[in-house]
């Protein structure tokens, strides 16, 4: 790419992704995209897809001390937002946002690890290679949403004594030390759902596969599937609410609630929220 | 076969062993050649009965998924428990007081499995999946199942005690992946298997 080609395609490169040619801006998935989208309104912020995650995923519990030093390892966690402008209605409380890994189309953090641990799948899954991670974390370091993990001690070691390694989850790996991690959408079942649809010639069918919060969710708030479907109920979402996968800036009338976090920044993320609705009122 | 018959005698001359010995010999360390020109890359490992995998496979023909049942249907390809050795034994008298045969029927009598030991061991971090490379290359297309389970596990059929004489490395399983296989025997399409990380790596 000489300076010329760049100068006079400049709307081109601009607009590029990182992966031009293997990812390209007009790349069709074509077989599975998976996505999700997140009722902001009915999420009651219970903590029920933390701890399903938490026991899916075989993350360890840091303890009070580590989780004020900012070492907590939870690959979903609920986030609380407090109105400041309460005014006369102040039982309206907190919102909740449930954040994960976004799994972007244009993963910031893909872009600058020096070992090529992370990487993004066919499936438009932003992978994370924990034997190929050599812990630089500059990954955490550019992620705009705070939402990788970096085990900062040997948490096998402490986090569950005698009886409770039986409990693990066989499908994933035990983390070590010096380990950067993140939410896979539950990437041992997805691959599990794959292969049985392949031997039976078919697709993966909508809802036949969820990771462990949509499955713990006890509002169903969350919506997990394939988006290459259009059928399925999440692409039927994102496409009510008018959120495209590979816009940066969703041109949408007001009445839909969908809208994507920090889409200005470009990383074309693969989560969607729908805004809570307030009665302000009442 | 001639050469098969030379070959055997070449080996009962060389090695001591008796005529009509069995086909494979365990071999020495890793990395040495076993006297049938099977490179020993895994360990030798000593199973409770010296299970011979090469009366059964090759001289009878048995499919390997009889036993092995789980590797048409899922990850793991399964030891087959002691009540399928019995199904068939109870009802073959002409071996029945063979020594191994024997060792198998005291287990069945203290009711207690037999603890073999595993020969194709992965590390724990990889996910291998027995049952797409089955579904593929056995069912849709029709290859012998020996020539197909071979490709990971040698030529089991000659052999008596497996043993691992593929690398099962990652390089290894990324060279067949990157190969262009045909889809059918009618298709001309070609296609190569996943090459993602997550595919494989928990």
Redesign the interface.
């Known amino acids: 790419m000489s300076i010329t080609n760049l100068l006079n395609n400049w709307s081109f490169y601009r607009q590029k992704r990182p992966y031009q040619g293997q990812y390209d801006l007009n790349r069709q998935y074509s077989e599975y995209k998976w996505a999700m989208a997140l009722d902001l309104d009915i999420c009651t912020g219970c903590n029920a897809c933390t701890t399903a995650c938490y026991a899916e995923n075989n993350l360890p519990v840091v303890g009070k001390k580590r989780f004020n030093q900012g070492h907590v390892m939870h690959w979903i966690r609920i986030e609380r937002y407090w109105d400041e402008n309460m005014g006369e209605f102040p039982e309206q409380g907190a919102s909740f946002l449930p954040m994960m890994c976004q799994q972007c189309e244009e993963a910031p953090c893909e872009t600058v690890c020096p070992v090529g641990a992370t990487?993004h799948?066919?499936d438009g899954?932003n992978?994370q290679?924990?034997?190929?991670c050599v812990g630089s974390r500059y990954c955490s370091v550019n992620c705009p949403y705070k939402v990788r993990y970096f085990n900062f001690w040997n948490y096998p070691s402490t986090a569950w004594p005698a009886p409770l390694p039986d409990q693990l989850n066989?499908?994933?790996?035990v983390r070590t030390k010096g380990i950067m991690e993140k939410c896979?959408f539950c990437?041992?079942r997805l691959?599990?759902a794959k292969?049985r649809a392949?031997?039976e010639y078919r697709l993966v069918r909508d809802g036949e596969v969820v990771p462990a919060c949509v499955q713990a969710c006890p509002t169903s708030a969350i919506t997990f599937g394939n988006i290459v479907d259009p059928k399925s109920k999440v692409a039927m979402m994102w496409k009510n609410q008018q959120v495209d996968l590979y816009k940066d800036m969703q041109e949408k009338d007001n009445s839909v609630r969908g809208y994507r976090i920090l889409e200005d920044l470009r990383p074309f993320p693969s989560v969607m929220y729908l805004e809570r609705v307030r009665d302000m009122e009442a | 076969m001639i050469h098969r018959l030379l070959a055997t005698l070449c080996f009962a001359f060389l090695f001591g062993t008796a005529a009509g010995a069995e086909p494979f010999v365990q071999g020495g360390p890793i990395g040495s050649q076993t006297p049938d020109g099977y490179n020993a890359l895994g360990p030798v490992v000593k199973q409770p009965i010296e299970f011979p995998h090469y009366r059964h496979a090759r001289d009878m023909g048995i499919n390997c998924m009889y036993c092995h049942t789980g590797a048409r249907r899922g990850?793991v390809s399964v030891i087959p428990r002691i009540d399928k050795c019995i199904g068939c034994h109870q009802n073959i008298e002409s071996v029945r007081n063979k020594p191994r045969i024997k060792k198998l029927f005291e287990y069945w009598d203290k009711k207690q499995p037999i603890p073999w030991k595993k020969v194709n061991d992965l590390p724990?971090?990889v996910?291998f999946?027995h049952?797409?490379h089955i579904?593929r290359f056995y069912f849709r297309q029709n290859r012998p199942v020996r020539e197909v389970c071979g490709y990971c596990h040698g030529d089991v059929a000659n052999m008596t005690v497996d043993r691992r004489v593929k690398a099962l490395s990652m390089g290894w399983c990324i060279s067949c992946h990157q190969k262009d296989h045909k889809e059918s025997d009618t298709n001309m399409k070609t296609s190569h298997g996943?090459g993602?990380?997550?595919?494989c790596?928990?």
Do not use: F, G
């Open positions: 990487s799948t066919n899954l992978s290679n924990y034997h190929r066989p499908d994933v790996t896979t990437v041992q691959n599990e292969s392949r031997t | 990850y724990d971090y996910r999946n049952e797409r579904q996943p993602e990380c997550w595919q790596h928990k």
